[in-house]
Each structure stands twice: as structure tokens, then as C-alpha cells.
């Protein structure tokens, strides 16, 4: 019976508090959104967005209709 268990939203917190001690850029498809990781940011905090492969995939194997 504790509501805590279900806290994704005080975890997504935990995490963003975490990377902002550590000053890591996290790479980010701007397709389906899903994290390719983190890097050092060197002081900076941020969000990097690029490709990943499987979006860089289906765009390569895209065929038009
Ligand atoms: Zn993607």
C-alpha cells in the first residue's frame, strides 16, 4: 500500500537531478524520441538530438508508395 511504488514521475526526477550534478548531454533520436545515451557535457546540460540507427534504417529502406 505504498503510493511510492509507483512513483515513474519521482524517478524521472531522481534521473534529471542526476544528470544535472553530472553534466552529461543525453543524445536523443528526434524520430521516435528513445536515448541513444549520454555523454560528458563538460559543465553543460543538455539534450542532443540526432538519429538512431533503426529511424536511420527505415528511412535508408523507405520505399515510396
Ligand atoms: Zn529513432
Not at 23 to 43: F, L, P, Q, Y
Amino acid at each position: 500500500m505504498d503510493p511510492d511504488i509507483q512513483g515513474g514521475v519521482d524517478q524521472e526526477r531522481a534521473e534529471w537531478i542526476g544528470r544535472m550534478k553530472d553534466t552529461v548531454i543525453e543524445a536523443r533520436c528526434a524520430w521516435c524520441n528513445i536515448s541513444m545515451g549520454t555523454k560528458d557535457g563538460g559543465g553543460t546540460v543538455g539534450v542532443s538530438h540526432g538519429i538512431c540507427e533503426g529511424c536511420a534504417n527505415d528511412m535508408l529502406c523507405e520505399e515510396p508508395n
